[in-house]
C-alpha cells in the first residue's frame, strides 16, 4: 500500500511564501517524476511543477521564478517553495508520484489527498 501525505497548506497573504511537503511511503521499489498539480474551484487541474529522480524540473509558466520544486529521494519527499503568492494561486495543491512497485518497469501515479492553499488580504 502506498500513500502521499502532504503537508504545509493554508492562509497567506498576497506576496508571501509557503512550503509544501509531500512524503511517500510503502512498499516503493523506486519513485521516477513526482511533481505537484493544483485545482481551483470550477476549474481542472493543472500542472504546477515536477522534478524527475536525476533532479530536471518543469514549471508551469505561470509559476516560474516564483516557485520552486526540490526533493529528497533519501526520504521520498517532494517540496514545494512558493514565494510572492498570488491570490491567483488559491487552489487545492494535489501531490503526484510516478513510481515502481517491484523491479518491472511499470509505473503507476498516485495521489496525495490535496491540501488547500488561500492566499487572500
Known amino acids: 500500500q502506498v500513500q502521499l501525505v502532504e503537508s504545509g497548506g493554508g492562509l497567506v497573504q498576497p506576496g508571501g511564501s509557503l512550503r509544501l511537503s509531500c512524503a511517500a511511503s510503502?512498499?516503493?521499489?523506486?519513485?521516477?517524476?513526482m511533481g505537484w498539480y493544483r485545482q481551483a474551484p470550477g476549474k481542472q487541474r493543472e500542472l504546477v511543477a515536477t522534478v524527475a529522480s536525476g533532479g530536471s524540473t518543469n514549471y508551469a509558466d505561470s509559476v516560474k521564478g516564483r516557485f520552486t520544486v526540490s526533493r529528497d529521494n533519501a526520504k521520498n519527499t517532494v517540496y514545494l517553495q512558493m514565494n510572492t503568492l498570488k491570490p491567483e494561486d488559491t487552489a487545492v495543491y494535489y501531490c503526484?508520484?510516478?513510481?515502481?512497485?517491484?523491479?518491472?518497469?511499470?509505473?503507476?501515479?498516485?495521489w496525495g489527498q490535496g491540501t488547500q492553499v488561500t492566499v487572500s488580504s
Open positions: 503526484n508520484a510516478a513510481l515502481r512497485l517491484t523491479a518491472s518497469f511499470r509505473l503507476y501515479a498516485y
Open positions: 510503502g512498499t516503493i521499489f523506486s519513485i521516477n517524476t
